[in-house]
């Protein structure tokens, strides 16, 4: 099962960080909403980090901060470790995307609800 975790996870339903969780549930998603505050979004646990996710290498990481928050993650995004760093509207800047490039991030640019079937 391809796994994800949401940066910027959010527990008002009318936030793009909540809409994300849920999408990537219906379509069969391991999810893992990730925020600072910690507690339960839809259902699951809220990781304070990504170092505090277990496994390894994730499928795909799918950003909802703002682009200074987001470079800020760079080094921990990087540490571990995913097939694809999603940058949805709003997250991503010209810097922020060099800096995950340097690091060997493969990033898209693009709504990750949307590329996966869902509509936001």
Avoid: F
Avoid at 24 to 51: C, F
Avoid at 79 to 95: A, F, Q, T, V
């Amino acid at each position: 099962m391809a796994t994800v975790a949401i940066l910027g996870a959010s527990s008002d339903p009318t936030k793009y960080g909540n809409k994300s969780v849920r999408a990537h549930l219906k379509k069969g998603y391991t999810v893992y909403p990730v925020n600072p505050k910690g507690g339960e979004i839809e259902g699951l646990t809220v990781y304070k980090s990504l170092a505090e996710i277990p496994g390894g290498t994730l499928d795909r990481i799918s950003v909802y901060l703002p682009p200074k928050v987001g470079l800020a993650m760079v080094p921990e995004i990087a540490i571990r470790g995913c097939k694809e760093l999603w940058l949805n509207p709003g997250s991503e800047s010209d810097e922020l995307v060099t800096a995950a490039q340097l690091v060997g991030l493969n990033v898209i640019q693009a709504c990750s609800i949307v590329a996966i079937g869902e509509v936001p």
